[in-house]
């Protein structure tokens, strides 16, 4: 589904990124762990094409991707939730929903009901101005306007990110149950262990731009090896 | 109360024009940062298209029709041309457009002469309200404006058009993560603004003097408008018409032009030092924060 394939990026001279390899199969659930700076939200961003590569391609499908525009690449199946999920504050729950729709190939002019199902409290909030919900609900909010672009593979940034931990439980299973249903690919960007396990099958450690080590998520229990790979 | 009327009725036709350039002014720099200096000259393409279907023996009305078609297509070209390489470049793009504001001019006066030019009016006739007579074409500019207002407001905060540009002007890079095609957004959008003013100069060429420099008159103000409105909402530029349109051709009636020019920017300036993100300001957007500006 996903080849990324000795990528390297960075910012005005920094390298972040340095000959990134990674490969993710169709329908399968990929975590990536490491410490701040290690370049996990870089990788996402430039998947969507938010940064250019300085080397190195990227392939969707055996389709390159790398140095189309984000809006292609979110046209190809690609969705995206940001760290800080950047919901449009000013805009109703139900218009972020629509924009998510509006996005697609073939646009959509009504929010499906399918989604509602998946995260009721949405429902709920339906007319309500998005900045005025809560952390927990705008993440459901960013989760469920990526889903609704009908996406192929999903790239979480974060997801649990200055949220409780109850509700990051129920974030999980809400995204688990969409995962199951739809034989959806993700990408999970993620520091919380918890999340990780009851989503993931597979982590990759990253470390200093590259992939350092490639674990079964069972591997987390080992506190061992987390500790290596992860204290500061 | 008759004079009141009056004053109304000339400052109500000289807000909705002011109005039209304004909210082009506003959707082109929400969307694109760009400060479109050559906004005023496409206030007079839009005026000299009436003269051109005139002096090829078209009537008014058709010039009319034609002006916004013509203008915004000059807006896409121009887009096309220059804007879309000094898109969030704020000085660049003043430049760019304040280069092209002279060679439209320029371009105008190779064409029609520096001299002005004369539109007939088009419905002679005034109508009587409450005692008042009063010219029916300026009421027919109100009408036109107001419609095209509330149009413009309508495709703003009712179509899908307007929601996928109102994401955009809130947060690009999001936008553009959701599929939304930023690019045609770009493009549409400063044709549309470009056909606004062309509709307001070719609706206003009647009762002005169409000349070169007739532009600078309407941009002037336009610009207060959104200084003293806000730039970051539409409202802002009708908000900002109003007191600026208002306090000018009030000013000017009872008392004389260059009296309403000195009060006008002086109530500019307080009000920009009292409401420095506009009267119907917004605060600073926050989805940049994480995005950055790359495009």
């Known amino acids: ?232 | 109360m008759d004079q009141a009327l009056l004053l109304a009725l000339d400052a109500g036709s000289y807000i909705l024009a002011i109005v039209l350039v304004a909210m082009g002014l506003v959707i082109i720099f929400g969307l694109m940062r760009v400060i479109n200096m050559a906004h005023g000259e496409l206030f007079l393409l839009g005026a000299y298209c009436v003269v051109a279907v005139e002096g090829a023996g078209g009537n008014f009305w058709l010039g009319l029709l034609l002006a916004p078609f013509a203008v915004g297509l000059v807006g896409l070209v121009v887009e096309q041309l220059v804007v879309r390489h000094v898109y969030h470049r704020f000085l660049d793009s003043i430049l760019a457009t304040w280069g092209l504001s002279i060679a439209i001019k320029q371009a105008v006066v190779l064409g029609f002469g520096p001299a002005s030019q004369q539109v007939s009016l088009p419905i002679a006739g005034s109508l009587s309200l409450l005692g008042t007579d009063y010219p029916v074409y300026r009421l027919f500019i109100m009408a036109v404006s107001l419609a095209v207002v509330g149009f413009t407001f309508w495709i703003f905060f009712r179509s899908d058009f307007g929601l996928k540009a109102r994401s955009v002007i809130a947060n690009r890079d999001m936008a553009a993560c959701l599929g939304i095609n930023t690019r045609r957004l770009d493009r549409t959008t400063f044709a549309y603004g470009a056909a606004l003013a062309g509709l307001a100069g070719a609706v206003m060429a009647p009762i002005m003097s169409v000349d070169p420099q007739m532009g600078l008159g309407f941009l002037v103000p336009a610009f207060l408008s959104i200084l003293v409105g806000g730039s970051g909402h539409l409202a802002g530029a009708l908000v900002g018409a109003t007191v600026i349109g208002g306090t000018d051709s009030v000013t000017a009636a009872l008392w004389s032009p260059v009296a309403a020019q000195i009060v006008v920017f002086t109530m500019a300036v307080i009000a920009i030092r009292l409401f420095p993100d506009g009267v119907v300001g917004k605060r600073r957007r926050q989805g940049r924060r994480f995005f950055g500006e790359r495009r």
């Open chain 1, 1 to 232: 589904m996903l080849k990324v394939e000795e990528i390297s990026a960075g910012y005005q001279g920094s390298r972040v990124l340095d000959g990134f390899d990674l490969r993710l199969e169709a329908g399968r659930v990929l975590g990536l762990l490491g410490r701040n700076g290690m370049g996990k939200t870089t990788l996402l961003r430039c998947i969507m094409g938010l940064l250019p590569l300085a080397a190195g391609r990227i392939a969707l499908a055996g389709r390159q991707i790398s140095g189309c525009h984000p809006y292609e690449i979110a046209q190809r199946g690609v969705a995206f939730v940001p760290q800080g999920r950047e919901i449009f504050g000013e805009l109703t729950v139900e218009e972020n929903l629509r924009l998510g729709c509006l996005g697609r190939r073939q646009p959509l002019r009504e929010v499906p009901a399918s989604l509602f199902a998946h995260f009721p409290i949405l429902a709920e909030r339906k007319q309500q101005r998005a900045g005025s919900l809560s952390g927990g609900e705008q993440q459901q909010l960013a989760i469920a306007r990526a889903l609704a672009g009908a996406p192929r593979l999903l790239l979480l940034d974060e997801p649990s990110e200055g949220i409780q931990p109850s509700i990051v439980l129920e974030i999980a299973q809400r995204l688990k149950a969409v995962v199951r249903e739809s034989g959806l690919t993700v990408l999970l960007v993620e520091q919380n262990v918890t999340l990780l396990r009851r989503l993931a099958e597979q982590v990759l450690i990253v470390e200093k731009g590259r992939v350092a080590a490639d674990l079964p998520v069972a591997d987390l229990d080992d506190e061992e090896l987390l500790r290596r790979h992860l204290a500061v």
